[in-house]
């Protein structure tokens, strides 16, 4: 059994089984603390690891959602607070699980660019080869984000914009590239359960773009 995991140095034996616990962990729960036992190959004993979800990348995550449901007035403005830390830790390498890479993942894809969604999604993959199966709606719902950013149709069906014609709810146009097959998989409900949630309204890319434009324009006079 080789010593340490292909391309990545260790400088210490803790530092090594850590890392192997965290390319094995295969199945992650929402508690804060992971425990798993990996193979000590030094003296062929089994060690137990002790991992510990971020608690201030929880923290961040905790205050990102309360924002949403409270519709903070300054959500924008806190939003770009929060992504500037994320970033921090991320590069730091202080996301330690898979549920740390999902909470990361969460706050990057309410960014303003570009490289935030593809930050967002490298983690929300991360997160769901991992096992933790909340990453699978959130990487289809990254990948549709993504694609709007683009200017063109989503994917899964997971956005929804409020046009600002009536104000009414409608989903975003899509590609066609997705069966309800997928969606299943990702976690994302069939395509007439996506429609009646919005009675049937579906907005052309091009109006959802104005519509976005001009509500993205209000929130940053807020700011």
Known sequence: ??????????????????????????????????????????????????????????????????????????????????LVLVRALYESGSLNTAVDCYRAAMIAHHGEGNDDLRLAFDLALSSMELHYRPARWLTAAITDRSLFALGRPQRFGTQCIRWIVDAQLYLIEMDGSVDDTMRTAMDVPPLGDLLSAVEGRMLPISLALESAARTRSEKCKRV
């Open 1 to 82: 059994m080789e010593r340490h995991l292909p391309g990545v140095a260790y400088e210490s034996e803790r530092s090594y089984l850590r890392q192997r616990a965290l390319r094995h962990l295969r199945r992650v729960v929402d508690h804060e603390t992971v425990f798993c036992v990996v193979h000590c190959p030094a003296d062929d004993r089994l060690v137990s690891i002790c991992i510990l979800n971020n608690g201030e990348l929880y923290r961040l995550y905790r205050d990102d959602q309360d924002d949403r449901r409270r519709r903070h007035p300054s959500i924008v403005k806190r939003d770009r607070a929060r």
